[in-house]
């Protein structure tokens, strides 16, 4: 924390009036399903992004990463898609978001500093958009972090910044986690309607960790494949008469791909949403009931089908997977938008480090780059730090 505010008083010669962090997150299951209106269960991780801010009269916005990569200059009414670029669109684009929804908001001095692995798939980018809008929200006196009600509209904002001025087609499962996680807690988050749930998630008592696999293989949302899994799920929700594909019941399931199997595309999509949402409510109720193993086969269900069905794997993330399997995980899979970015394995405490070991082997062994490795814990949402 003292290296945003050292960076903040480096860089902008005053001491900023707050700093505020926004987690990274680790979806536990419900993959693709976000803009499906599904269901998702990600928590909050510790590691996080720190926005140290100080408001201007000019109504300009300058921003500043200990990253590197200088300052960053805009004024509020240039904001637009694609302006400005690299990644101060995310931090700019919460700034515009907000005033589009007709809060007022001025000119901002802010510097960042973030411990979220950056291009990892754990939501390096919400993190940011989640800092930035808890800033603002307390400096300008909006009061948006108030109850989970008011974080909700904070992170449809994000997410509107991230699609509309980052570029990014996302759904809102990030945002979500970053704003209304709570500590020890997964949130079943509905898309639907934007209702939470608050699940208790401790591994402890169960001798089980969750283990985060960063692959360090390339992960970008940007590109292309995202926003084609999105659209081919859209094209299926209109083939089969349904505003989203989270209206087709999984007791329908046999029944939609029956009508789907001229299109095998289509086909695989719509198998992987529908049994995904259905995955996350088994989920919970195995959490609830305290059957760890359980949860353990249905991760393991979620990465076949994102890898055979949604074709969203990549070998450094099927590798993580089967290696941590072989060596004695209870389940595993990648998580978040795939491509590269990291996967997740639920691991007795006492099997770790041979499950390290047997990774960081099988990924010598194919000749791909060193992973990296952290236990991740549920920790809470964006708030005031200082
Ligand atoms: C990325 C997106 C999310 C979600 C996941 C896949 O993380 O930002 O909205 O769609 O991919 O579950």
Redesign the pocket.
């Known amino acids: 924390m003292s290296a945003v505010t050292d960076h903040f008083l480096a860089v902008f010669g005053e001491d900023p009036e707050g700093v505020w962090e926004s987690p990274g997150r680790v ?1 536990l299951i ?6 499906n209106d599904g269901l ?1 269960l990600p928590i909050a991780l510790p590691q996080r992004t720190y926005a140290a801010a100080r408001r201007r009269a000019d109504g300009l916005v300058r921003l500043s990463s200990t990253a590197g990569g200088g300052v960053t200059e805009v004024a509020l009414h240039d904001i637009a898609p694609g302006v400005p670029d690299g990644w101060g669109r995310y931090a700019a684009g919460v700034l515009w978001a907000l005033r589009e929804a007709g809060h007022l908001v001025g000119g901002i001095d802010v510097a960042i500093d973030s411990t979220v692995p950056i291009g990892a ?1 754990l ?1 390096s ?2 993190a940011l958009e989640g800092a930035v809008a808890a800033a603002a929200s307390d400096l300008f006196g909006l009061g948006l972090l108030a109850d989970d009600g008011t974080r909700a509209t904070l992170a449809a904002l994000c ?1 509107k910044a ?1 699609n509309v001025i980052a570029g ?1 087609p ?5 945002q979500a986690a970053s704003l209304r996680c709570t500590a020890g807690h997964a949130i079943l988050l509905d898309c639907r309607n934007g209702h939470v749930s608050q699940i208790p998630f401790e591994l402890e008592q169960h001798g089980l960790v969750l283990l985060v696999i960063d692959t360090r293989a390339e992960h970008e ?1 940007s590109d292309g494949q ?1 926003g084609k899994r999105r659209s081919a799920c859209e094209r299926a929700a209109k083939e089969l008469g349904v505003a989203s594909l989270r209206d087709v019941p999984y007791s329908h399931l046999a029944d939609a791909l029956h009508r789907l199997e001229h299109d095998p595309e289509l086909f695989k999509r719509t198998q992987h949403v529908v049994s995904e949402i259905q995955r996350v409510r088994d989920t919970v109720e195995a959490l609830e009931d305290g059957e760890l193993a359980e949860v353990g086969l249905l991760f393991t269900a979620s990465h076949l089908s994102l890898r055979d069905d949604f074709e969203v794997s990549c070998d450094e993330l099927d590798l993580a997977v089967d290696t941590a399997i072989e060596a004695g995980a209870l389940g595993a899979r990648m998580t ?3 491509f590269g970015g990291s996967a997740i394995a639920l691991v007795p405490s006492r099997l770790v480090p041979g499950v390290e070991m047997a990774v960081l082997s099988a990924y010598e062994h194919h000749g791909f780059t060193k992973p990296a490795f952290f236990r991740a814990t549920p920790a809470g949402g964006a708030r005031r730090t200082q």
């Open positions: 979806n419900g993959e693709h399903t976000d803009y998702v798939g939501s980018s919400a997410q991230e990014a996302t759904g809102g499962m990030d949302l995202y978040g938008g795939g």
